[in-house]
């Protein structure tokens, strides 16, 4: 597709419950970037992707949150044992790895809604 | 570390006014600077960015913003607001050489016919 895609679009789990979200990234794209959007508040850096490797992992929340990357297309984010406060859209974004300021333009996807009850 | 603030979580303007959307960044070394708009359930869209040279830098839509590095500040405007530009706008700030990118909280901006 021309764009960021990510699936589901919305999801609703019981806490407890493990959840994967999907993000496909432009092709081409080999960076690849997730965020989360907590109702009220700004995007939250979780993890950055450079091809299959993710050399910042800084903002993962918790050992619960994981994230992979393969053939540097898809990524999944995994949060496992889904918390109340996990509730919140998570965002990727991705970027084409150039020299200079085209590195800088990140293309979001439309966010996967993640509602724990 | 870097961090942005974005003053006023809500704006309102009345159409055909001045749109002026506050942010003030803190950076380590110089910064890219970017700004975002979130429309009603869609994704972020790049406004305009920063890196290097001219300090006004214009964007999609009519905005426009200025860095100014003595006032650590990259406030976005538009000269006449219009209906459609009604969204959530958010300030970014890169430093120089790193790929994490620090968003601010967000200004959701009101266009009042």
């Known amino acids: 597709g021309a764009g960021v895609s990510q699936s589901p679009s919305n999801k609703v789990t019981e806490k407890g419950k493990d959840v994967e979200l999907r993000c496909d990234p432009i092709?081409?794209?080999?960076?690849l970037y997730w965020y989360r959007q907590r109702l009220g508040q700004g995007l939250e850096f979780l993890i950055y992707f450079q091809g299959n490797s993710a050399p910042d992992k800084s903002g993962l929340p918790s050992d619960r949150f994981s994230a992979e990357r393969t053939g540097e297309s898809v990524s999944t984010l995994t949060i496992q044992r889904t918390q109340q406060e996990d509730s919140a859209v998570y965002l990727c974004?991705?970027?084409?790895?150039?020299?200079?300021?085209?590195?800088?333009?990140?293309?979001f996807g439309p966010g996967t809604r993640l509602t724990v009850l | 570390a870097q961090s942005v603030t974005q003053l006023g979580s809500h704006v309102s303007v009345s159409e055909g006014a001045l749109v002026l959307l506050r942010c003030n960044y803190s950076s380590s070394v110089p910064p890219y600077l970017f700004w975002y708009v979130q429309y009603p359930n869609q994704g972020l869209q790049l406004l305009l960015k920063y890196t290097t040279g001219a300090t006004l830098v214009k964007g999609i839509n009519g905005f426009e913003a200025e860095f100014k590095k003595s006032e650590t500040s990259f406030h976005l405007t538009k000269p006449s607001a219009h209906m459609s530009d009604a969204a959530e706008y958010f300030c970014a700030v890169r430093p120089g050489g790193y790929q994490k990118v620090t968003f601010g909280t967000g200004t959701k901006l009101q266009v009042i016919p």
């Open positions: 092709s081409g794209h080999t960076a």
């Open positions: 974004a991705s970027a084409i790895d150039l020299s200079g300021g085209r590195r800088d333009t990140q293309y």
